[in-house]
């Protein structure tokens, strides 16, 4: 799965079942095996995730990348503070 962060940074990102997250607002480098290891979610969508709660996905969940970002997996429960 090759593509340019700058082409990732903006895309929407849906669960399997289609449901959206939220938009990759941050790419995360791994430095170390010069990868990208994770996406950032400043607001993700309020129905998946509490409001004050940010969000960062592993790339090992993202099943796809196009014109939007579909994931394989994403936790069942609500992500509420502390739960993380």
């Known amino acids: 799965m090759l593509e340019n962060i700058n082409n990732i940074k903006g895309l929407e990102i849906y ?3 289609g449901i959206f997250v939220g938009v990759a ?3 995360v480098i791994d430095i170390s095996e010069m990868t ?3 996406l950032f979610i400043s607001d993700a969508n309020p129905v998946l995730v509490d409001e004050r709660v940010s969000v960062s996905i592993p790339m090992r969940w993202v099943q796809s990348i196009g ?3 579909i994931l394989n997996r994403f936790p069942d429960e609500r992500v509420v503070p502390g739960s993380v």
């Open 25 to 27: 607002d941050e790419v």
């Open 15 to 17: 669960t399997p079942e």
């Open 67 to 69: 014109d939007v970002i």
């Open 36 to 38: 990208v290891g994770l």
